[in-house]
């Protein structure tokens, strides 16, 4: 168990700018997780992968954003035009609940703390 | 709307005695709670769930208790250590065919600080 992997840690972009981040899951998970965190809030749900589908979105994830799993395995979360309103820590989880589980544990990765100047 | 509450942004408590961290919910379909304890730079670990079957749950020195009628719970921890200084989230989720149980809903977090 290597845990969940983010890339980069940090990223400093200018307003306007793509940017993309990419997520290693932990290898036998089959769930991965998008989430956002400002200063002093929560993490925020942004979507769900179970494999290589993306299940669900949250209201949060508006068309500037997109992600990907495109085998499977590894995730990219992209932002296009990037907003100052966008800075925030983006963090990936995954999770290997079994079927007719009623919890589901998640494994963080240290996540991508964006900055848009 | 935040949905899950932990109304106490700080809590500082000396080594060796207990450390309440309290959450609150206004969500009744919300029937899995965890919580998760995050250091700076890192990303939130995982530390002890409790099922809304139960009202308590156990893991060494950490216990968490729920209260469904209040739409309450809290964990507790100890003895304190110097090593529990953190944030320390709270979070729920329930079963929505819709959704997926790993959709979770965290409070803003409570800073812990244990002192020697």
């Known amino acids: 168990d290597t845990g969940v992997s983010q890339d980069p840690r940090h990223k400093i972009t200018k307003r306007g700018q793509n940017v993309t981040f990419r997520c290693d899951p932990i290898s036998e998970h089959n769930r991965l997780y998008w989430y956002r965190q400002t200063l002093g809030q929560g993490p925020e749900f942004l979507t769900y992968f179970q494999n290589e589908a993306q299940l669900e979105k949250s209201r949060l994830l508006s068309d500037r954003f997109s992600a990907e799993r495109p085998k499977g395995s590894f995730s990219t979360l992209e932002i296009q035009r990037t907003e100052q309103g966008d800075s925030a820590m983006y963090l990936c989880?995954?999770?290997?609940?079994?079927?007719?589980?009623?919890?589901?544990?998640?494994?963080f990765g240290s996540g991508t703390q964006l900055s848009v100047l | 709307d935040q949905q899950v509450k932990q109304n106490s942004p700080s809590l500082s408590v000396q080594e060796g005695r207990i450390s309440i961290l309290n959450c609150d919910y206004t969500n009744s379909m919300f029937d899995y709670f965890l919580w998760y304890k995050k250091y700076p730079a890192e990303g939130p670990t995982f530390l002890i769930s409790i099922s809304s079957i139960k009202d308590k749950n156990e893991d060494g020195r950490f216990t968490v208790f729920l209260n469904k009628s209040a739409k309450h719970l809290s964990l507790h921890i100890v003895p304190s250590q110097p090593g529990d200084s953190a944030v320390y989230f709270c979070?729920?989720?329930?079963?929505?065919?819709?959704?997926?149980?790993?959709?979770?809903?965290f409070g803003r977090g409570t800073q812990l600080t244990v002192w020697p």
């Open positions: 989880a995954s999770s290997s609940r079994g079927t007719g589980a009623t919890n589901e544990k998640l494994f």
């Open positions: 979070a729920a989720s329930y079963f929505d065919r819709g959704s997926t149980l790993g959709r979770l809903y």
